[in-house]
């Protein structure tokens, strides 16, 4: 463990505030300090001023949820995908996430949390209703859910599908399984046991 | 590798910037981008705040060149160390890699760099002006030379020690020798060479 007295209150702010990021400890924070303490003055101030502007001046885009700098976000603006299908995520991490898997064609549709009582958050919080305001305006024909197996997401997904009821949409949800490289024998029972439940013809 | 398109400009760049920090992939500056995107904005404004000062306002010891946010360090400032022992380090880093053994109760003097004719940085763009007048000064009685064994670290070594040689100073350098922990089998020849000729009186 580094000792905190580097002689300058500035430093020691700087290594502070680094090491609040996740994964970063006060060795990598005062290492990246010293790091930008030798960059040219115009690189640092692009540097902050990028994550300033970030946090400031974000915008979401008006259907979906996801980040988006100027109105509708080009994944909705995208003619080129499915309109009829939406998929229902916690948060941008999973749209970045699915997305990069290049198996998906839909839109999205993020909720921005989780129904979590403990932590107060309950479904006036998250954008419920715009789901039902897109379900009501037709069009779409398959919502599927994409939560996690938490708790919280079990509830979130019985949550939403209660009210999605309502609308004429067939609502599906992402498979659970083995994943692909995991070992039988390391697998949960409720995973195992799922992915034979949901078992597949067999593709040669 | 994440694709680069996250429907956001201002993401875009708040990752490309966090990527240029050592160690950091695309990934993890995604994963740092949105973490700060989750932070309140008074967080995020301090955070980045925190990295500009540091860089906009960054003082020097006029004594050891130590960053020091105003005047003397506290190093140099402190009674207690000793003042007749000066170590000459390259940078900063040094410094605390040395305080952090807490073996060294002397004081430092930052070079601020290492010749280097590739480089293109001669001894008038180092703090070698400044060490001779704290020798010319007197009250220094030995000058402890940590500078690197690469060809720049001799070189600048070498060009020091003539330079001190008019003053009534001690010239050390610091041991070098086969580390704690490490194996002979796997130190080079150089190290393991001058750690036989520098052998001690064993202590048991």
Same mark, same amino acid.
């Given at each position: 463990?580094?000792?905190?007295?580097?002689?300058?209150?500035?430093?020691?702010?700087?290594?502070?505030?680094?090491?609040?990021?996740?994964?970063?400890?006060?060795?990598?924070?005062?290492?990246?300090?010293?790091?930008?303490?030798?960059?040219?003055?115009?690189?640092?101030?692009?540097?902050?001023?990028?994550?300033?502007?970030?946090?400031?001046?974000?915008?979401?885009?008006?259907?979906?949820?996801?980040?988006?700098?100027?109105?509708?976000?080009?994944?909705?603006?995208?003619?080129?995908?499915?309109?009829?299908?939406?998929?229902?995520?916690?948060?941008?991490?999973?749209?970045?996430?699915?997305?990069?898997?290049?198996? &998906?064609?839909?839109?999205?549709?993020?909720?921005?949390?989780?129904? !979590?009582?403990?932590? @107060? $958050? +309950?479904? *006036? /919080?998250?954008?419920?209703?715009?789901?039902?305001?897109?379900?009501?305006?037709?069009?779409?024909?398959?919502?599927?859910?994409?939560?996690?197996?938490?708790?919280?997401?079990?509830?979130?997904?019985?949550?939403? &599908?209660?009210?999605?009821?309502?609308?004429?949409?067939?609502?599906? !949800?992402?498979?659970? @399984? $083995? +994943?692909? *490289? /995991?070992?039988?024998?390391?697998?949960?029972?409720?995973?195992?046991?799922?992915?034979?439940?949901?078992?597949?013809?067999?593709?040669?």
């Amino acid at each position: 463990m580094f000792r905190r007295n580097y002689s300058s209150a500035l430093l020691e702010e700087a290594v502070d505030q680094l090491a609040t990021l996740p994964g970063v400890g006060r060795r990598t924070a005062l290492r990246l300090a010293l790091h930008l303490l030798d960059q040219p003055r115009e690189n640092v101030e692009q540097f902050s001023g990028a994550l300033m502007r970030l946090r400031q001046d974000v915008r979401h885009c008006p259907v979906c949820g996801m980040i988006s700098d100027d109105g509708v976000c080009p994944l909705c603006g995208d003619t080129r995908r499915d309109a009829t299908v939406v998929c229902v995520v916690e948060s941008l991490r999973d749209v970045l996430s699915i997305e990069n898997t290049g198996q &998906y064609n839909g839109l999205y549709h993020i909720l921005g949390g989780i129904i !979590s009582p403990i932590d @107060g $958050v +309950g479904p *006036g /919080d998250l954008r419920i209703r715009e789901l039902g305001e897109r379900l009501a305006q037709g069009g779409i024909q398959e919502v599927v859910l994409a939560l996690s197996t938490s708790m919280e997401g079990e509830t979130t997904a019985y949550y939403l &599908y209660k009210q999605i009821a309502q609308y004429p949409v067939t609502v599906t !949800s992402i498979a659970r @399984g $083995v +994943g692909f *490289g /995991d070992d039988l024998e390391y697998t949960d029972e409720l995973t195992l046991g799922r992915s034979i439940t949901n078992r597949q013809p067999f593709k040669p």
